[in-house]
């Protein structure tokens, strides 16, 4: 599993860090060739039973990177909350 966590840094003071986000991606797939990954989207950190988004990624194992299923979770993220803007 892997955690990534979005801070803002008041005046770039890293003692008083603000937490924005957390995204939480598990393999769901175990070791398949072509995996599966659970991402739980939380923009209330306080809180990780309140889910923002909840997706799905298939990646194959060995043709992308962990920067590049990252950048296409934030993508899909992003594309996401844009609908729901728009309905």
């Given at each position: 599993?892997?955690?990534?966590?979005?801070?803002?840094?008041?005046?770039g003071n890293?003692?008083?860090?603000?937490?924005?986000?957390?995204?939480?991606?598990?393999?769901?797939?175990?070791?398949?060739?072509?995996?599966?990954?659970?991402?739980?989207?939380?923009?209330?950190?306080?809180?990780?039973?309140?889910?923002?988004?909840?997706l799905t990624?298939?990646?194959?194992?060995?043709?992308?990177?962990?920067?590049?299923?990252?950048?296409?979770?934030?993508?899909?993220?992003?594309?996401?909350?844009?609908?729901?803007?728009?309905?």
């Open positions: 599993m892997m955690r990534v966590t979005v801070e803002i840094w008041p005046g890293s003692l008083r860090p603000r937490q924005l986000a957390v995204i939480n991606i598990a393999n769901a797939s175990r070791l398949a060739t072509v995996s599966d990954y659970a991402v739980d989207v939380n923009l209330n950190p306080g809180r990780y039973d309140e889910v923002y988004k909840r990624i298939t990646k194959h194992r060995r043709s992308l990177g962990w920067a590049v299923l990252i950048e296409r979770i934030v993508r899909q993220v992003k594309e996401l909350t844009r609908l729901e803007e728009t309905e």
